[in-house]
């Protein structure tokens, strides 16, 4: 095909190759490191907003079990029932978080969800014995809301930190899957960079070896033949290039110029022998009249 180009085509077919190469390269460079920002993202604040929303709700959790442990201990009826308040807008505050929490879990995070639920459940399976200890504290019954909560509470308490823990641990488990595959489209993007720069430098070895052979080599044995015939001698041949491009045109040319030059030359050569002949043959033609005229004298003398 390049051999029916124009030189300009053809240069401009080797820049287009290249050109649409890269582009395709970079666009499936581009396509993998969106992916691997999006990871990153997700890794830098997804994963990090959610870790502190859990410890944020393990925090009030701890609070209530606080405020619970204090309702049981102070004396002052008033502070028992500011305790319950702060326990109210704890409960308020840490299902807030834990709503927060269920809109960072991906759709297809189906483990993350279940271990969501279980953790919602096992959270309302310990608020009655919490209610039932503050009853119990606000009644000034603080025996039973001991027993209470050493029986029945506080197993539940333990139950819900369980959950949080599997919950944190099986979100570390997706954040390291989302960090090496954050590693591998790194390590892809690098080979990826590394795949167009060398096919690039090959598309450019190869062309050059091509316009070489095609166009360099063609000038030079033009320039040798053109110093040959500078020197006289017309036997110098050429041997012409089969493309359609200006190289091959003036090699051509340059072919028949030289056959030309050889008929010049030839019929030259040929009108100086024929020159040559004519006055061999006048000076012989010569010769024989001054020897005729010598003989003529000759005659006249002796008579």
């Not at 085509?9 to 993998?32: C, E, M, N, R």
């Not at 369980?162 to 993007?189: A, C, M, P, Q």
Request: proline share 1%; with cysteine.
């Amino acid at each position: 095909m390049l051999k029916k180009l124009k030189l300009k085509g053809k240069i401009l077919a080797v820049l287009i190759t290249i050109f649409i190469f890269q582009l395709a390269g970079y666009s499936y460079l581009f396509y993998i490191l969106m992916s691997a920002n999006h990871d990153f993202e997700w890794i830098t604040n997804v994963n990090m907003k959610r870790e502190h929303l859990l410890f944020d709700f393990e925090t009030d959790l701890r609070e209530v079990e606080g405020y619970i442990k204090d309702m049981v201990l102070s004396l002052d009826t008033s502070k028992k029932y500011e305790l319950k308040d702060k326990i109210a807008q704890k409960r308020k505050s840490y299902a807030e978080k834990l709503d927060q929490v269920s809109k960072l879990i991906d759709q297809n995070d189906k483990k993350g969800f279940d271990i969501l639920s279980e953790l919602k459940v096992a959270i309302e399976q310990a608020k009655p014995y919490n209610s039932q200890i503050i009853e119990s504290i606000l009644k000034g019954e603080e025996l039973v809301a001991r027993a209470i909560f050493e029986r029945d509470a506080k197993p539940a308490i333990d139950k819900v930190y369980d959950k949080i823990g599997v919950l944190i641990d099986h979100f570390n488990e997706r954040t390291n899957i989302r960090y090496r595959k954050f590693g591998t489209l790194f390590r892809i993007s690098i080979f990826v960079i590394c795949i167009i720069s060398f096919l690039s430098l090959a598309i450019i070895i190869f062309a050059g070896a091509y316009y070489i052979k095609t166009i360099v080599n063609p000038i030079k044995q033009a320039s040798d033949a053109i110093k040959t015939i500078a020197r006289g001698d017309l036997g110098v041949n050429i041997n012409t290039v089969n493309t359609k491009d200006e190289i091959s045109q003036m090699m051509v040319s340059l072919g028949e110029m030289i056959d030309k030059l050889r008929g010049v030359i030839l019929e030259v050569k040929s009108a100086a022998d024929n020159v040559a002949s004519g006055s061999s043959q006048l000076s012989s033609s010569a010769q024989q009249l001054s020897q005729g005229a010598t003989e003529q004298a000759a005659s006249v003398e002796e008579t």
